[in-house]
């Protein structure tokens, strides 16, 4: 019997077929494992469409639901509707924290007993329930043929970051937030709006290492948003005003082009969340700078010690910053190629658009 495959997104850009199209998707980190999936998927005669268009194709009596699979990110209402329709909930992934997908974490022991497979973070797995089978996240963020050629290090900057002005705060006013905290106790359900997400967040580091290297000028600063400081808190307005106004932030197009010619990159997760890993230190890998790295609590399991500077290891920031002006070009390339071997690997493959699209398929292979 031949299938669809629907892939739900909430993102509107994405709909209409568009995650399909490499012009599009690239981006966006994370979204051109679609492209690489389409074109596997269509050479095994398999077709994928957008779940907006899945939808309106059954409507038209053009597909039938019973024959179409589900790929859904977080809780995207495309895919429920295709649900009630008829059609199977195949897999369920999420690649954000629970930093900005609050309500996906919140309602995931409902959602994720719906579907045969989940991929998401290993924080995330014991939240599931149901018969459905887990798999941990490797953020896809990389073309498994890109060109590993690192700059030479005697005529590199000293460090970059980049990052935009999104600074996290909780969406909900503090009369509805205490409403729903009582609503998840009554259900008996964790609060992932909670202090204890809260404190998780790794924005306020951030500031931190802007601060204290912009002062120095030795910190190069990318990113859009900085311009205005009004979502910050009030005390890093005043703290960072002058600083941001000297470093005069630019967005930046081409990320690995923009770090190339950096000897360090600042690469924090928005979240310490265990094995939220994302793209920050895998875009390190590819443009052959040394990542300074926090985020993911245990992330020696899923990146090696060796080929980046953990931050968690210094007292403080003077620690870290005596520390990096002693680093030897012996010692830079000898961490620089240790994260090559390692994006060649089987281990790091797992984070290449072509892996990742692979698992996916053997996924659907296997169901069907």
Not at 52 to 81: H, K, T, Y
Not at 122 to 136: C, P
Not at 268 to 285: A, H, L, Q, R, W
Request: charged share 25%; net charge neutral; proline share 3%.
């Amino acid at each position: 019997m031949s299938f669809t495959i629907a892939f739900c997104t909430p993102a509107t850009v994405f709909l209409g077929n568009r995650i399909l199209k490499e012009s599009i998707a690239k981006d966006f980190p994370g979204a051109l494992w679609v492209t690489r999936l389409a074109r596997f998927a269509g050479e095994c005669g398999i077709e994928i469409v957008t779940g907006d268009i899945a939808i309106s194709r059954i409507r038209a009596g053009e597909l039938s639901a019973s024959e179409v699979l589900i790929i859904q990110e977080e809780n995207c209402s495309l895919g429920f509707e295709l649900i009630k329709n008829g059609a199977t909930p195949f897999l369920l992934f999420c690649a954000e924290s629970p930093l900005y997908a609050r309500d996906f974490y919140a309602h995931l022991s409902e959602i994720s007993k719906l579907f045969a497979n989940r991929i998401l973070f290993r924080g995330a797995i014991k939240s599931t329930s149901g018969n459905g089978v887990n798999h941990v996240m490797h953020f896809p963020c990389f073309d498994q043929d890109a060109d590993l050629v690192a700059a030479d290090w005697s005529g590199r900057d000293f460090m970059v970051m980049v990052t935009a002005n999104k600074y996290w705060k909780p969406e909900r006013s503090i009369f509805r937030h205490a409403i729903v905290q009582l609503r998840d106790i009554i259900r008996g359900r964790k609060a992932h709006n909670s202090k204890e997400i809260r404190e998780l967040q790794l924005h306020d580091r951030r500031l931190e290492l802007i601060e204290y290297f912009g002062q120095r000028k030795i910190l190069d600063l990318y990113g859009t948003h900085w311009d205005c400081l009004n979502n910050l808190p009030a005390d890093w307005r005043g703290r960072l005003k002058e600083i941001l106004s000297n470093l005069k932030p630019t967005a930046c197009k081409d990320k690995h082009t923009a770090i190339k010619n950096y000897k360090f990159a600042i690469c924090f997760e928005n979240m310490s969340y265990p094995g939220y890993v994302t793209e920050k230190i895998i875009d390190c890998f590819i443009a052959g700078v040394i990542p300074i790295y926090l985020g993911a609590p245990d992330i020696y399991d899923f990146i090696p010690k060796e080929s980046f500077i953990d931050f968690r290891e210094y007292a403080d920031l003077d620690e870290l910053n005596k520390y990096l002006a002693g680093f030897t070009e012996e010692a830079a390339y000898k961490m620089i190629n240790t994260a090559n071997f390692f994006l060649k690997s089987m281990d790091g493959r797992k984070y290449s658009y072509e892996r990742f699209a692979r698992n996916v398929l053997q996924m659907v292979v296997d169901y069907k």
